[in-house]
């Protein structure tokens, strides 16, 4: 065990962390490497000073500092990182958007509200930072799978659940299967059945994803 010689008045800056991260993240965080990624992540955006603040995969893959607390050996710790990344997204703290043709330029955002606009600013093409060349794939931000949405808002999977939302997952469009879990939850209706009869309202009347009630689910949606 390595020891530490303690904090000093000297120490270099300080780190802030909003309070949910106490109440809320820290405690269903089970995971080591993720829990290092996600502090090293704030510590990590404490230093920069951009209007706008992103984190880039590359940076993290060259960040030796957070691959030497993840792992010794190099492969390790970048396989531990990847699985970090993934969990972190999936949870809901960390916003990722990526480039397909180049998942290397891959970017991450504190879900915060300031993050939740940029993503949907890049998502809408209104604003790229460090713009790829023309005729590169188009940036997407990676929303979190149905079933994710299901156990973050209504409740355990279980086979019967897990055979229900791969149904569902195969005859309804993406954003509109999230928006129904959603509405389903502000409703305080939490069930599958409840979630099905809002898609199959909307199939039959052809509304778009982000038609009617679009516009109140977006900060739930990244």
């Known amino acids: 065990m390595k020891g530490f010689a303690g904090f000093t008045a000297a120490t270099d800056g300080t780190t802030a962390l909003p309070a949910a991260f106490f109440s809320e993240l820290l405690p269903i965080i089970d995971n080591l490497a993720e829990l290092k990624l996600t502090l090293h992540c704030f510590w990590l955006l404490t230093r920069k000073s951009d209007d706008v603040r992103v984190i880039w995969r590359t ?10 607390s993840l792992a010794a050996a190099p492969e390790a710790a970048r396989s531990l990182l990847a699985e970090a990344l993934e969990r972190a997204c999936a949870r809901g703290t960390l916003l990722h958007v990526s480039l397909p043709a180049n998942p290397q330029r891959d970017l991450y955002l504190l879900n915060t509200q300031k993050g939740r606009t940029t993503a949907a600013e890049i998502e809408q093409g209104k604003w790229l930072p460090d713009e790829p060349a023309a005729g590169a794939a188009p940036w997407q931000v990676e929303r979190r799978n149905i079933f994710t949405l299901y156990e973050q808002n209504i409740g355990p999977i279980t086979p019967l659940v897990a055979d229900e939302l791969r149904d569902i997952e195969k005859s309804f469009n993406a954003e509109w299967v999230e928006q129904a879990l959603l509405e389903s939850v502000l409703q305080n209706k939490r ?28 900060d739930w949606l990244r």
């Open 59 to 68: 940076e993290l893959l060259a960040d030796g500092q957070l691959l030497a």
């Open 191 to 218: 069930s599958l059945k409840y979630v099905r009869a809002i898609l199959e309202r909307r199939h039959k009347a052809g509304r778009e994803p982000h038609g009617e009630n679009g516009e109140r689910y977006k």
